[in-house]
């Protein structure tokens, strides 16, 4: 099994570009999660999907959109970037029950210039 | 909603000591209190997990106390080895947070273990 696997690894952005990240699990997980990661403020959620077809807001979902159309995947659109965008990006993914374990994808690490 | 609060933020320890990540949260009814460690340009992993149903846990040299009256947990790293420095973050997990299942983290905690 391959986990999460997040796409791109790296990528560099001007203002007002667009971009798409797409998270991908084998695992059969129900839940989806989107977090960034800025120095001193730890994950962030961003966006969460508890199932195929929903989305919910995180703690800082302004300036992203996300899809789940697929079971395995998680996407996260950014419609026009932004500096404050620059951050590392971990996709996360785990089964519906409340204790167990998130699995991470490796990270995308976006900087908007 | 939940929200974790994890100090200190950074904690220097020698060889051999041990070293202690407090964290409190916010929603009394959050039930699962995982422990993730990040090390420099990896994926946070799992190291230890604690249910509210249970006070404490330990694995070989970690161990994980909660204390929900006070609702604050911590993690004890004993003995500790330059491998264990890393970021470490706590995160609170509420099942019936508006229905959806959302797993909240602190702000981490960079341990550094000095030979």
């Known amino acids: 099994n391959a986990g999460v696997t997040q796409t791109p690894k790296f990528r560099v952005l001007k203002t007002g570009q667009s971009m798409t990240l797409l998270c991908a699990q084998d695992?059969?997980?129900?839940?989806m999660y989107w977090y960034r990661q800025d120095p001193g403020m730890g994950l962030r959620l961003i966006h969460y999907s508890v199932g195929e077809g929903t989305t919910a807001k995180g703690e800082v979902p302004d300036g992203y959109n996300v899809s789940r159309l697929k079971k395995q995947n998680f996407l996260l659109g950014l419609e026009s970037a932004a500096p404050s965008q620059t951050s590392v990006y971990f996709c996360a993914s785990s089964y519906a029950s409340s204790n167990t374990e998130a699995f991470f994808g490796q990270g995308t690490r976006l900087t908007v210039v | 909603g939940e929200n974790v609060e994890q100090h200190p933020s950074t904690l220097s320890v020698q060889e051999g000591d041990s070293a202690v990540i407090k964290c409190t949260y916010s929603?009394?009814?959050?039930?699962?209190f995982p422990w993730y460690k990040q090390e420099l340009g990896k994926r946070p992993q799992l190291i230890i997990d604690i249910r509210s149903n249970v006070g404490e846990k330990k694995d070989q040299r970690i161990a994980v106390t909660l204390n929900k009256t006070a609702k604050h947990f911590s993690l004890h790293i004993t003995e500790t080895q330059p491998e264990d420095s890393a970021v470490y973050f706590c995160?609170?997990?509420?099942?019936?947070?508006?229905?959806?299942?959302?797993?909240?983290f602190g702000a981490g905690t960079r341990l550094a273990v000095h030979p």
């Open positions: 695992m059969n997980h129900e839940y």
């Open positions: 995160a609170g997990r509420n099942p019936f947070s508006g229905g959806y299942n959302k797993l909240i």
């Open positions: 929603d009394s009814a959050s039930n699962y």
